[in-house]
C-alpha cells in the first residue's frame, strides 16, 4: 500500500467527447531546476538524449571515414596493383626479344665461312675483328668464340682469351648441337643474356660462338623502361642487383641486395610472382617480382616498381578532409541535441514530482501540463491512476479475506483424501507381491529348461557344422578331380587333331618346297638384273652430288654478300635501312639454299651408299639361293617321313581320349551326388541356427520377466 488508505481523487471534469479536460496551468517547481532529485533526472534525460545524438553522429562519421578510406585506399592500390602488373608483362617481353634479336646473331655468325675458317685455324686476332665488327652495330656488347674444346678463342669485349669456358650449361648445350638463349654468369662478365650456338663444318660442330648483353655493366635494359614506363626496373643475380635504375646518394644502388626475406624466399626459392608494397631506400613503392629462370632454374629476378609516396599523401589529405568535416558535423548536431533536451526535460520533471506525491499516499494532489504531445497524455494518465488507486486497494483486501477462508475448508478436504489414498496404495501392493511370487516360480522353471534346450541345439548345430565343413570339402575334391579329367580328355582331342593337322601340313609342305625351289631361281634371275640397275642409279647419284656442289659453293658467296651489305647498311644509319632489310633477306635465302644444299647432298651421299650395299648385298643373295635350293630338296624328304610318324601317333592320342572321357562322366556323377549331401547338411545347420536363437530368445525374456518380478517385490516391500 501507499501512505495507507487515502481519499479518493475526485475525478477531473470531461468535456463532451468524455475525455478529461487539460488546464492551461502549469505545476511551478521549487528554483528555476526543481528540487535536487529533479535534477538529477533532468540532468541524467539530457545526458542520455545528447549521448544518443552524439553517438548516432560519431557512428555515421566513423562510418563514412571508414568507407571513404576504404574506397580510396583500394582504389588507388588497385590501379597501381594493374598498373605495376603490366609492367611487369612490358619488360619480360623486352627480355625475350633481346634474347631472340642475340640468337639470331649468334646463328648467323656461326654459319659466316669466315668464322668457320677463323675457329678452325684458332685465328684470335680475325675472330676478334669478327666479334668488334658485330659490335660496332650496337645492340650486343659482349661477342665470344670458343673451340670444341670450350677453350675460347677469342673475346671481342676484352683481350682474354686461352681460358676454359666448359662449366657454362649454355657451351655444354651448344656443343651438343643444341643454340640456346639463356642467362649466365662468365670469367669476365658477372651476369648477362647469352645467346650460344653451335659452329659446324660438315655436320660436326667444331666450336661455339656467344652473343649477348653485360646486364652488370649496361643499363641500357632498364633505363629503357624507365624512359618508357615511368617505373623503376632491377635485374638480380640471386638476390643482388646488377642492373638497376634506383639510385641511392646519387649513384645507382648496383651491389645492394634485396633485405625483405619474404620477396626473396617467395621468388627465388618458391618461384613465384610477388605482388605487393616495398619499401626501398626509404621510399615506399608498388612493386612486383619475378624469377629469371633457365630451363626451369632460377638464377635471378626481375623488378619493376612504381613510387606512391605522393600517391600515398593526396589519399592522406582526402581522409584528412573527410575527418574535418564530420568533426564539424559532431559540433553542431551536439549542440542541437542540448537545445533538446532543455526543451523535453522540464514537463517531465513536474511529473515525475506527481508521481512520488502519489506514494506518499497524496493521491488527491492535482497534475496539470501545458503541452498537447505524449507528455500531456503522460500527465492525463497519471492523474487518472490517482484517482483509482484507492478503489483498487480495497478490492484487493476483500478478496484476500474471502480467499484465507476457502483455504482453511480446502485444507481439511485434504487431509481425508490423502488417508484415502494411502489406504488403496497399501491394498495394491499386497496384490501385486502376491502375483510376483507365483511369476518368479513360472520364470524359474522356463529359464532351466531354456537353458537345457540350448545346450542340446548347440551340440547339434555343431556337429552338423562339421559334416557340412566335410561335404563341402570332398565336393572340392570331387570338382577338381573332374577338373582334371576333363582337362585330360580335351587335351588328348586337341592333340589328336593337332596330329592329323600336321599330317596334312607335311603333305602339303613336301609340294610347297618344289614349288619353293622353282621360285627361288626365279629370284636368282632378278637379282643379277637388279644389280646392273643399282650400278647404274650409283653413278647418276654421283653426278648429281657434283651439281650440289656447286650450287653449295654459290649459296655460301651469296650469304657472304649478304652480310657484307648489312654491315655496310649498318654503317649507313637510317639511309641503308631499307638496303639491310632486303640484305637480310637475301642472307635468310642464302643460308636456307645452303641448308637444302646439304640436305640433298645428304640425301644423296645415303643413295650412293645403299647402291654399294645392295650391290654386294644381291651377289651373297645369288650364292644365297644355291643354298636355298639344296635345303628345300631336304625339307621335301624329311616331310615325307614326318607324315608317316604323324599317323602312329594320333592313333595313340585317340585311345587316350576316349578313355578320359569315361573317367569324366564317372566323375560327373559322383560330383552331383557330393553335391546333394551338402546342401543337405547345410539346411540342416541352417535350421539348428534358427532354432538356437529361439532358445536364447526365450531365455532372454524369462530373465527380463524375472528382473520385474524382483522390481515388484522391492517396490512392494518399500511401500509396506
Same mark, same amino acid.
Given at each position: 500500500m501507499?501512505?495507507?488508505?487515502c481519499?479518493i481523487t ?5 468535456? @463532451? #467527447?468524455?475525455?478529461?479536460r487539460?488546464?492551461?496551468a502549469v505545476?511551478e517547481?521549487a528554483?528555476?531546476l526543481?528540487?535536487t ?10 545526458a ?8 548516432s553522429?560519431?557512428?555515421?562519421v566513423?562510418i563514412?571515414q571508414?568507407v571513404?578510406y576504404?574506397?580510396v585506399k583500394?582504389g ?6 594493374q598498373?605495376?602488373?603490366s609492367?611487369?608483362h612490358?619488360l619480360?617481353?623486352q627480355i625475350?626479344?633481346?634474347k631472340?634479336?642475340?640468337?639470331d646473331?649468334? @646463328?648467323?655468325?656461326?654459319?659466316r665461312?669466315?668464322?668457320?675458317d677463323?675457329v678452325?685455324a684458332?685465328d684470335?686476332?680475325?675472330l ?5 665488327t658485330l659490335?660496332a652495330g650496337?645492340?650486343?656488347d659482349l661477342?665470344?668464340?670458343?673451340? %670444341?674444346?670450350?677453350?675460347v678463342?677469342?673475346?671481342?669485349h676484352?683481350?682474354?682469351a686461352?681460358?676454359?669456358?666448359g662449366?657454362q650449361e +649454355? ?6 648441337? *643444341? ?6 654468369s662468365g670469367?669476365?662478365v658477372?651476369?648477362?643474356i @647469352?645467346?650460344?650456338?653451335?659452329i659446324?663444318?660438315?655436320g660436326a660442330?667444331?666450336?661455339v ?5 653485360d646486364l ?8 629503357g623502361?624507365?624512359k618508357?614506363?615511368?617505373a ?5 643475380y +640471386?638476390?643482388?642487383r646488377? #642492373?638497376? #635504375?634506383?639510385v ?7 651491389g645492394t ?16 610472382t610477388?605482388l605487393?608494397e616495398?619499401t626501398?631506400?626509404? $621510399?615506399?613503392?608498388?612493386t612486383?617480382?619475378?624469377p ?9 629476378m626481375v623488378?619493376? +616498381? ?12 582526402i581522409?584528412?578532409q573527410?575527418g574535418? %568535416? ?15 533536451s ?6 517531465l520533471?513536474?511529473?515525475m ?7 506518499r499516499?497524496e493521491t488527491? @494532489?492535482?497534475l496539470?501540463?501545458? $503541452?498537447?504531445d505524449?507528455t500531456g ?7 487518472? &491512476?490517482?484517482?483509482d488507486?484507492?478503489c ?8 484476500k479475506q474471502?480467499a484465507?477462508? *476457502?483455504?482453511?475448508?480446502?485444507k481439511?478436504?485434504r487431509?481425508?483424501?490423502? =488417508?484415502?489414498c ?7 501392493m499386497e496384490? &501385486?507381491?502376491? %502375483?510376483?511370487e507365483?511369476?518368479?516360480v513360472?520364470v ?6 531354456s537353458h537345457q ?5 548347440e ?6 557344422k562339421d559334416?557340412?565343413?566335410?561335404v563341402? =570339402?570332398?565336393?572340392?575334391s570331387?570338382?577338381q578331380?573332374n #577338373? ?6 580335351k587335351?588328348a582331342s586337341?592333340?589328336?587333331d ?7 601340313r607335311? *603333305?602339303?609342305?613336301?609340294s610347297v618346297?618344289?614349288e ?7 629370284v636368282?634371275d632378278?637379282?643379277?638384273g637388279?644389280?646392273?640397275? &643399282?650400278?647404274?642409279?650409283g ?6 652430288g657434283?651439281?650440289m656442289e ?8 651469296t ?5 657484307n651489305?648489312?654491315?655496310e ?7 641503308? $635501312?631499307?638496303?639491310a632489310?632486303?640484305?637480310? =633477306?637475301?642472307r635468310?635465302?642464302?643460308e636456307?639454299? &645452303?641448308?637444302?644444299?646439304?640436305e ?6 645415303g ?15 645369288v650364292e644365297?639361293v644355291?643354298a636355298?635350293?639344296?635345303?628345300a630338296r631336304?625339307s621335301?624328304e624329311?616331310l ?13 592320342v $585317340?585311345s587316350?581320349?576316349?578313355a578320359?572321357?569315361e ?5 560327373e556323377?559322383i560330383?552331383?551326388t557330393?553335391d546333394r549331401?551338402s546342401r ?5 545347420a541352417?535350421a539348428m541356427g534358427?532354432s538356437?536363437? %529361439?532358445?536364447?530368445?526365450?531365455a ?6 524375472q ?5 515388484m517385490?522391492?517396490?512392494g516391500?518399500?511401500?509396506a
Amino acid at each position: 500500500m501507499l501512505g495507507g488508505f487515502c481519499p479518493i481523487t475526485p475525478p477531473l471534469p470531461r468535456g @463532451r #467527447s468524455g475525455k478529461p479536460r487539460v488546464s492551461t496551468a502549469v505545476v511551478e517547481t521549487a528554483g528555476p531546476l526543481g528540487n535536487t532529485e529533479g535534477d538529477v533526472m533532468r540532468v541524467s534525460i539530457a545526458a542520455k538524449i545528447m549521448a544518443l545524438v552524439i553517438a548516432s553522429v560519431v557512428a555515421t562519421v566513423a562510418i563514412i571515414q571508414a568507407v571513404a578510406y576504404s574506397s580510396v585506399k583500394d582504389g588507388y592500390e588497385a590501379v597501381t596493383a594493374q598498373a605495376v602488373e603490366s609492367y611487369l608483362h612490358v619488360l619480360n617481353r623486352q627480355i625475350e626479344s633481346y634474347k631472340e634479336v642475340y640468337a639470331d646473331m649468334a @646463328r648467323t655468325q656461326a654459319l659466316r665461312p669466315n668464322v668457320i675458317d677463323g675457329v678452325l685455324a684458332g685465328d684470335t686476332a680475325k675472330l676478334r675483328d669478327l666479334g668488334q665488327t658485330l659490335m660496332a652495330g650496337g645492340k650486343a656488347d659482349l661477342v665470344v668464340f670458343a673451340n %670444341a674444346k670450350a677453350d675460347v678463342l677469342a673475346r671481342a669485349h676484352n683481350d682474354k682469351a686461352g681460358d676454359n669456358i666448359g662449366n657454362q650449361e +649454355g657451351v655444354k648445350r651448344a656443343l651438343a648441337g *643444341e643454340p640456346c638463349s639463356v642467362f649466365e654468369s662468365g670469367n669476365t662478365v658477372r651476369f648477362s643474356i @647469352r645467346a650460344y650456338a653451335p659452329i659446324k663444318k660438315d655436320g660436326a660442330v667444331i666450336g661455339v660462338v656467344i652473343v649477348g648483353q653485360d646486364l652488370s655493366n649496361n643499363s641500357t635494359l632498364v633505363d629503357g623502361v624507365k624512359k618508357d614506363l615511368g617505373a623503376e626496373a632491377t635485374i638480380f643475380y +640471386g638476390d643482388t642487383r646488377v #642492373s638497376t #635504375s634506383l639510385v641511392v646518394d646519387g649513384k645507382r644502388a648496383v651491389g645492394t641486395a634485396l633485405d625483405n626475406k619474404a620477396i626473396v624466399d617467395a621468388v627465388l626459392r618458391q618461384g613465384k610472382t610477388y605482388l605487393g608494397e616495398n619499401t626501398l631506400f626509404g $621510399r615506399l613503392y608498388r612493386t612486383a617480382y619475378a624469377p629469371l629462370k633457365n630451363d626451369g632454374n632460377i638464377v635471378g629476378m626481375v623488378f619493376i +616498381g612504381v613510387d606512391i609516396s605522393q600517391v600515398m599523401a593526396a589519399r592522406d589529405a582526402i581522409i584528412k578532409q573527410i575527418g574535418l %568535416a564530420g568533426l564539424g558535423s559532431l559540433i553542431l548536431f551536439a549542440a542541437l541535441a542540448w537545445w533538446l533536451s532543455k526543451v523535453l526535460v522540464r514537463p517531465l520533471l513536474a511529473c515525475m514530482d506527481f508521481a512520488r506525491a502519489v506514494a506518499r499516499g497524496e493521491t488527491d @494532489r492535482a497534475l496539470v501540463v501545458s $503541452r498537447a504531445d505524449e507528455t500531456g497524455v503522460l500527465a492525463q494518465a497519471l492523474t487518472a &491512476m490517482a484517482g483509482d488507486i484507492r478503489c483498487r486497494m480495497d478490492e484487493a483486501a476483500a478478496a484476500k479475506q474471502q480467499a484465507e477462508a *476457502e483455504a482453511l475448508c480446502a485444507k481439511a478436504d485434504r487431509a481425508k483424501a490423502d =488417508e484415502a489414498c494411502r489406504l488403496a496404495e497399501t491394498a495394491k501392493m499386497e496384490g &501385486m507381491l502376491h %502375483a510376483a511370487e507365483r511369476i518368479e516360480v513360472v520364470v524359474e522353471a522356463v529359464t532351466n529348461a531354456s537353458h537345457q534346450l540350448a545346450a542340446q541345439i548347440e551340440q547339434s548345430t555343431q556337429g552338423a557344422k562339421d559334416q557340412s565343413r566335410q561335404v563341402a =570339402e570332398a565336393a572340392g575334391s570331387m570338382e577338381q578331380l573332374n #577338373s582334371t579329367v576333363l582337362e585330360v580328355a580335351k587335351n588328348a582331342s586337341e592333340a589328336a587333331d593337332a596330329a592329323e593337322a600336321a599330317r596334312k601340313r607335311a *603333305e602339303e609342305g613336301a609340294s610347297v618346297v618344289d614349288e619353293v625351289v622353282r621360285g627361288i631361281f626365279q629370284v636368282a634371275d632378278q637379282a643379277r638384273g637388279l644389280k646392273d640397275d &643399282m650400278g647404274a642409279l650409283g653413278q647418276k647419284a654421283q653426278n648429281i652430288g657434283a651439281i650440289m656442289e656447286v650450287i653449295s659453293d654459290i649459296a655460301d658467296q651469296t650469304n657472304l654478300l649478304a652480310l657484307n651489305a648489312a654491315i655496310e647498311a649498318a654503317r649507313a644509319g637510317d639511309a641503308g $635501312r631499307g638496303f639491310a632489310v632486303v640484305a637480310d =633477306e637475301v642472307r635468310k635465302l642464302a643460308e636456307k639454299t &645452303m641448308t637444302a644444299t646439304k640436305e640433298v647432298g645428304a640425301a644423296i651421299q645415303g643413295i650412293q651408299d645403299g647402291a654399294r650395299r645392295n650391290v654386294a648385298g644381291f651377289d651373297k643373295a645369288v650364292e644365297g639361293v644355291e643354298a636355298a635350293t639344296d635345303l628345300a630338296r631336304r625339307s621335301g624328304e624329311a616331310l615325307t617321313s614326318i607324315v608317316g610318324l604323324v599317323d602312329a601317333v594320333a592313333d595313340q592320342v $585317340r585311345s587316350i581320349a576316349t578313355a578320359a572321357e569315361e573317367q569324366s562322366a564317372a566323375a560327373e556323377e559322383i560330383g552331383r551326388t557330393v553335391d546333394r549331401v551338402s546342401r543337405i547338411s547345410g539346411e540342416t545347420a541352417q535350421a539348428m541356427g534358427e532354432s538356437s536363437a %529361439a532358445v536364447d530368445n526365450l531365455a532372454g525374456q524369462a530373465k527380463a520377466l524375472q528382473g520385474l518380478v524382483l522390481d515388484m517385490q522391492r517396490e512392494g516391500e518399500a511401500k509396506a
